[in-house]
């Protein structure tokens, strides 16, 4: 099941503008997650924002979280073409032994061209 | 792609063979983790371990088996009950603090598997 969905599906900027993706989930949340992930290699972690944070940068990123509207959005400033890859929410859930699982959602491609 | 490996990068498989995928991590993680990913699609769960010899079903377990009798090694074997087994698998570790609630994970570099 997945449980953050994002939006964009597919991005196409150029080179030194802002990328802005969204994530929406369904169920409460202890923290979400972004992460990274280029052509056909593994996911690299970004950024995590926990229920009770609103906002969180690192470097060229910003996070936004709206608990109320169960959403979040990540906003990469100033694009360069290093930055093309597909990015992925994801929303922890609770499981057995009171361990996290991550829930992931289809990701949004991004495309930035020089 | 950090402390966690994966072999092979890429795997060919005829119908009807069971084939196991490797996955090893030095970074002394208790949780490590299968997903499957099909093209232009998100990961999904297909097991994890908490901690050595105890592993649990994911959401896609069917076809599928784990062992995790060492603490760095969690493989996978694709079982030929698995109706379609062409995908990306990720292999993934990482510390769930159960009281913090923070589960960054970190994923390998992947295996391609084929089925011929």
């Known amino acids: 099941s997945q449980q953050g969905e994002e939006d964009p599906q597919a991005l196409s900027i150029q080179e030194g503008e802002n990328a802005t993706m969204n994530c929406s989930y369904k169920t409460s949340i202890n923290n979400l997650q972004w992460y990274r992930q280029n052509s056909g290699r593994g996911l690299v972690h970004l950024i995590l924002?926990?229920?009770?944070?609103r906002e969180k940068h690192s470097g060229r990123l910003r996070v936004t979280l709206d608990t109320s509207k169960k959403s979040s959005s990540l906003l990469i400033t100033a694009s360069r073409a290093a930055d093309t890859a597909s990015y992925f929410c994801a929303t922890d859930a609770r499981v057995s032994g009171g361990y996290n699982k991550l829930i992931f959602g289809a990701g949004t491609r991004l495309a930035v061209h020089p | 792609d950090g402390g966690i490996t994966q072999s092979p990068k890429y795997l060919f498989r005829k119908e009807g063979q069971n084939v196991t995928l490797s996955c090893e991590q030095n970074?002394?993680?208790?949780?490590m983790y299968w997903y499957r990913q099909d093209p232009g699609q998100g990961l999904r769960l297909i097991y994890y371990?908490?901690?050595?010899?105890?592993?649990q079903k994911g959401d896609i377990a069917e076809g599928y088996s784990v062992s995790r009798e060492k603490k760095e090694s969690f493989p996978l074997t694709v079982t030929s009950a698995q109706k379609n087994p062409t995908a990306f698998y990720l292999c993934a570790s990482g510390t769930p603090h159960p009281l913090s609630s923070y589960n960054e994970q970190f994923f390998g570099p992947g295996t391609r598997l084929t089925v011929l």
């Open positions: 371990s908490q901690i050595v010899n105890d592993f």
């Open positions: 924002i926990r229920s009770n944070e």
């Open positions: 970074l002394n993680h208790d949780a």
